[in-house]
Each structure stands twice: as structure tokens, then as C-alpha cells.
């Protein structure tokens, strides 16, 4: 299996001149960290907090203790999701970002299945939570080089 790092991505570029990375390369790229950021609406106001997150087929799954993430799933908000990572020794690096609505997961299946396979680093086991799904609408990446590499 190929490093998603060192995959080489489409040619193509964006308007600014940033390579764009397909959507197999996206999807590997979520996988391969286990921290990433949601951008949400608190009360009105742009929130973005880190979460651990696993994906499940096209979606983020992450859990949630009470509050604005929460709230956000329960009326189904627009959220987004950004996962990224950069060497800057070499002057590289690489973005994915996630658009699409929160979604709250009440399936005790689904969520015994994501206990299993999610390893939180802020959400100690006895803490009651709920999980939410990103369900994405856009899905999108950017590679990134030194100007003149």
C-alpha cells in the first residue's frame, strides 16, 4: 500500500496554482490522521475546535459531550471538516477540507462499532457521549509547494 503523502496526485491545479488532489487521495488523507478540525456555528459566532474523527465510507464520524457540536448535529447544521499537514523543511504540504451537514447517529450498533474504533484522546470512556456523522456535500484537497520547488 502507498503512503497518501507521497502518492503522486493529479496534475491538475486550482486558480491559485495549487495542485488538487483527487478524491481516492482525499479519502486516504482522512484516514491517515487521527486529529482534524470542525468549523461549526456556536450561538452565531464560527467555532473550530480539533476532534478525533474516523471515516466511515464518505463520512466523518466523530464523537460529542454536550454542547455546540452537539447542538450543531441535532438540527443538522452546516459544518465543515479540515484535515491537514505540512514538512516545512521541505516546503510541502496538504489539505482536505470536508463541507456538508452534522447528523446526529442514533443507531446503538453504529455506535458500539465507532467506540470500538475510535481512540479519543479528550473523551475519557465513562463520559457519557453522542456521535455525530459529517455528511458531506463537497469534498475537496489542495497539495502545496514552495514557490520555485
Known amino acids: 500500500m502507498s503512503d497518501p503523502e507521497t502518492t503522486p496526485a493529479a496534475a491538475a491545479s486550482d486558480r491559485h496554482g495549487l495542485e488538487v488532489i483527487g478524491m481516492a487521495q482525499c479519502m486516504a488523507l482522512l484516514r491517515s490522521r487521527p486529529l482534524g478540525r470542525l468549523a461549526y456555528l456556536d450561538s452565531g459566532a464560527p467555532t473550530v475546535v480539533p476532534v478525533n474523527h474516523l471515516v466511515d465510507g464518505p463520512t466523518i464520524v466523530l464523537r ?15 459544518v465543515a471538516f479540515q484535515l491537514d499537514d505540512h514538512d516545512p523543511s521541505r516546503g510541502t504540504g496538504w489539505s482536505v477540507l470536508v463541507r456538508g451537514r452534522a447528523v446526529l447517529i442514533e443507531d446503538p450498533e453504529l455506535e458500539a462499532r ?5 481512540d479519543s484522546w479528550a473523551i475519557d470512556a465513562d463520559t457519557p457521549v ?11 484537497g489542495r497539495r502545496l509547494q514552495r514557490a520555485g520547488d
Open 64 to 78: 460529542s459531550m454536550q454542547g455546540g457540536k452537539l447542538d450543531a448535529a441535532i438540527v443538522e447544521a452546516p
Open 130 to 140: 453522542s456521535w455525530i456523522r459529517i455528511v458531506p456535500d463537497e469534498i475537496s
Open 114 to 118: 465507532f467506540a470500538d474504533e475510535l
